[in-house]
C-alpha cells in the first residue's frame, strides 16, 4: 500500500509540473495590453498580436532548451503552444489550419507512401481558395489572416507527406505542425529533423556552443527592426506619387532602389527572428555539418552578393526554395521532361504567394532576366574577363543582378497591375528596355570566340 501511495503520489506530481508547464499558454499571453502598445507603436492590433507571437517564441525556446526533455512532453508542449497562439493571432480562422491538417492526415492514413503529390495539391487548393478569398474581400488592404500560417503550414504538410507510412503517430504528426517556433514565420525543417530535436539525439554528439550564432541573428533581426521604421519615411508607394515623377530620372531610380531595400527589412526581422528562436530552442542545430545555421530563411550575405538571379533565388526564402525542389521539381522530373517541370514548379510558387498581379509581373519580369543571365554570360563572360579580369566581372555582374531584382520587385511589393506599370513607366521601363535590346544583339549576332591566353 507505501509503495502504491508513494508511485501515486510522483505520478500527481508529475502531472502537477506539466500542468504548470502548460499553465503559461493558457493564461499569461491573454493579459498582454493589445490595444495600449497598438497606440503607443502606432500599429494595427493584429501587428501587435503578430509580434507579440515572436517574442513568445523565445520564453517557449527556453523551455525546450532546459525544461522539457521528455517526447511525450515536449510534444504535448508544442500542440498546446501552437494552438493558443493561432487563437490568440487569428481567433477562429485557426480552424483552416486544423481543418486542412486533419484532412491532409487522412489522406496519409488512406494513400500512405503515395500520399505526398495528393496531399500537395489539396494543400495548394486549399491555400489557393484562401487567397482568392482574401483578393476578392480586402483587395490592396493590407492585412494578417489565416493564409500566412497556412503557407509555412502547407510545405510542413507537404514535407510530412512524403515521408507519411501506414504507422503515422498523431501526437509527433500535430506536434511538428503545430511547433510554436517559427509558426508565424520560419524556417521550417524537415520531419526527421524535428523527430531528432524532440528526442533530443541531434544533441547526442555535442551541439557546440550556440551563443555566438544566436547573437548574429538577434543582431540581424534588430536591424531588419530598424529599417522596418524607416520605411515610414521613405515608402515604396511614393513611387505613384507626382512628386517622384518630379525627379531626375537617376533620382527615381536611386529613390526605388532604396526604398526597396528597406522593404526587405521586414523580412529580415521577422525571418532571422525566426531563426534566433530556432537556436535557442535547439532545434536549429545539425549534427552532421556541426553548424547552428543549418535550418535557415535567408542567406543575407550570399542573396545580396549573388552574380546572378538563379543564385540570388537559392538564398532568398530557403525553407520555400527547398520545398519547391524537393518536393515539387524532383517529384515532377520523374514524369516529365525538366522544362515542363519547371514550368509547373513555377506555377506551384505563384500560387502558393496569391494571386495579386504584381506577384505575376515580378515572377515573368525575374524569369526573363534568369533567363537573359544565361545568354549574357554565354555571349560576353569571356569577353569581359579577358579585358577586365574575373573579380571586376563578378563586381559587375553583381551590381547589375542588385539593380536588376530591386527593379523587378517594385512590382511584388505595389501589388496592383496598374500601380506596377505605373512605377516602371516612371523608370522608363529601363530595366526590360536593356536587357531585351542587349537580347536582341545576342541573337542577331554570331557567338564571338576569345583565345585563352
Avoid at 505520478?11 to 497606440?39: G, S, V
Avoid at 478569398?133 to 500566412?148: A, F, H
Wanted: aromatic share 20%; charged share 15%.
Amino acid at each position: 500500500n507505501l509503495k502504491k501511495k508513494k508511485n501515486k503520489f510522483f505520478k500527481k506530481r508529475k502531472i502537477e509540473k506539466m500542468a504548470y508547464l502548460f499553465l503559461p499558454a493558457i493564461t499569461l499571453i491573454n493579459f498582454i495590453p493589445i490595444e495600449t502598445i497598438a497606440d503607443s507603436l502606432k500599429i494595427t492590433s493584429p501587428e501587435v498580436k503578430y509580434l507579440s507571437c515572436i517574442v513568445v517564441a523565445f520564453f517557449i525556446s527556453l523551455f525546450y532548451r532546459y525544461i522539457l526533455r521528455g517526447e511525450f512532453q515536449r510534444h504535448l508542449f508544442a500542440i498546446v503552444w501552437g494552438l493558443q497562439l493561432l487563437w490568440f493571432c487569428f481567433g477562429p480562422q485557426m480552424l483552416h489550419i486544423i481543418l486542412s491538417s486533419t484532412i491532409s492526415l487522412i489522406l496519409m492514413f488512406i494513400f500512405g507512401e503515395q500520399s505526398g503529390t495528393i496531399t500537395l495539391f489539396f494543400n495548394l487548393a486549399y491555400l489557393a481558395i484562401g487567397h482568392l478569398e482574401r483578393l476578392y474581400n480586402s483587395y490592396m488592404i493590407y492585412s494578417l489572416d489565416w493564409t500566412l500560417p497556412q503557407m509555412l503550414i502547407c510545405i510542413k504538410l507537404s514535407y510530412f507527406a512524403i515521408h507519411a507510412n501506414k504507422k503515422i503517430s498523431i501526437i509527433a504528426f500535430f506536434s511538428y505542425i503545430l511547433y510554436p517556433i517559427g509558426l508565424f514565420t520560419g524556417p521550417i525543417c524537415e520531419p526527421a529533423h524535428y523527430m531528432d530535436f524532440i528526442s533530443n539525439t541531434n544533441f547526442l554528439s555535442g551541439s557546440g556552443p550556440f551563443f555566438g550564432s544566436f547573437c548574429r541573428k538577434m543582431g540581424l533581426s534588430i536591424f531588419g527592426l530598424i529599417g522596418m521604421k524607416l520605411t515610414d519615411f521613405y515608402p515604396e508607394s511614393y513611387v505613384l506619387t507626382p512628386e517622384f515623377n518630379q525627379m531626375a530620372f537617376l533620382a527615381r531610380i536611386g529613390y526605388t532602389i532604396f526604398a526597396v531595400e528597406l522593404g526587405f527589412c521586414k523580412y529580415y526581422f521577422a525571418w532571422c527572428a525566426g531563426e534566433a528562436a530556432y537556436i535557442l530552442s535547439g532545434a536549429g542545430y545539425e549534427p552532421k555539418t556541426k553548424s547552428w545555421n543549418s535550418i535557415i530563411m535567408v542567406d543575407l550575405w550570399n542573396f545580396k552578393t549573388s552574380t546572378n538571379a538563379k543564385k540570388c533565388a537559392e538564398y532568398w526564402n530557403m525553407s520555400a526554395a527547398k520545398w519547391l525542389k524537393t518536393c515539387v521539381y524532383f517529384k515532377l522530373n520523374t514524369s516529365m521532361s525538366p522544362s515542363n517541370a519547371r514550368l509547373l514548379t513555377f506555377i506551384v510558387s505563384a500560387i502558393w504567394h496569391g494571386f495579386y498581379p504584381g506577384y505575376y509581373l515580378f515572377f515573368i519580369t525575374t524569369g526573363y532576366f534568369s533567363v537573359f543571365s544565361t545568354i549574357f554570360r554565354s555571349n560576353f563572360r569571356e569577353t569581359f574577363i579577358s579585358y577586365i579580369g574575373q573579380s571586376n566581372y563578378d563586381i559587375f555582374t553583381t551590381l547589375a543582378t542588385f539593380i536588376a531584382l530591386d527593379y523587378a520587385t517594385i512590382s511584388f511589393r505595389l501589388l496592383d497591375f496598374n500601380y506596377s506599370i505605373r512605377a516602371w513607366t516612371s523608370l522608363f521601363f529601363f530595366g526590360h528596355i536593356i536587357t531585351f535590346i542587349i537580347h536582341l544583339f545576342c541573337v542577331i549576332k554570331p557567338k564571338s570566340r576569345v583565345k585563352k591566353h
